[in-house]
């Protein structure tokens, strides 16, 4: 009998040769935590789970940014920064995927409506989507541009995944559902910025699809009034899922 060839990502993958296809698609080995949350004690997998990192970009977190030069303080925006240094090489060493999803537009903006557009340039004189910033002429959130990377504190890896967004949700006309189905990734950590929109856009429509959500406090944080950070504490735990912090979670790794 030949060697059966790999063909997929593990676990949504198939083992296969000319004469056959062996579809059973073995499960990744458990790895199961308990995790304390705000409401409940959780018992989960990290051999299904994920962490979705939002928006941690120049644009929202850079003095140099875009929030920053239409008048933003972006201090709030850099806090999930010291968190995230430290969690994220640990959840790498436990195979937990890690997925930054950035706001990346297509340099012709072809995908971005007048109403989205007016958002970010209501007069239409301002600094907007696409358009250079007076600092340093980078394009406002265009993917691959200084302005729509990833912040320079928080290390990336080549084994890490990369999902541009183009609306506050990063599920929105992205591959994001089906990069997760195919990793058999069903509970989601969020974390990064703002809380209160392109995270919880993102944590909810993940809600919506069937995902367990757990939203990390410390590693979330947003440049809007402080109560907007508490209504979306108060409504994860109320309506879409859990919160807990990155320090619980490292305890319960161990």
Known sequence: MTQ??????????????????DITRPPLPPRPITLATDTKTLRLDLAKAAIAIIDMQNDFCHPDGWLAHIGVD????????????????????????????????????????????HVYNPTGEGVGLGDPLPTNSAPVLMKDSWAAAVVDELEQKPTDVYVDKYRMSGFWDTPLDSILRNLGRTTIFFAGVNADQCVMATLQDANFLG???????????TTSPDYCFKATIYNVNQCFGFVSDSETLLKAIG
């Open 74 to 117: 972006v201090t709030p925006a850099r806090d999930p920064i010291a968190p995230l240094k430290t969690l994220v090489p640990e959840l790498r060493q436990v195979s937990v995927p890690i997925l930054w999803i950035n706001w990346g537009n297509r340099p012709d903006l072809l995908n971005i409506s007048a109403g989205l557009r």
């Open 4 to 21: 059966l060839r790999t063909l997929g990502v593990a676990p949504n993958a198939w083992l296969v040769d000319a004469a056959t296809a």
């Open 211 to 221: 995902y367990d959500c757990i939203l990390l406090r410390d590693c979330t944080a």
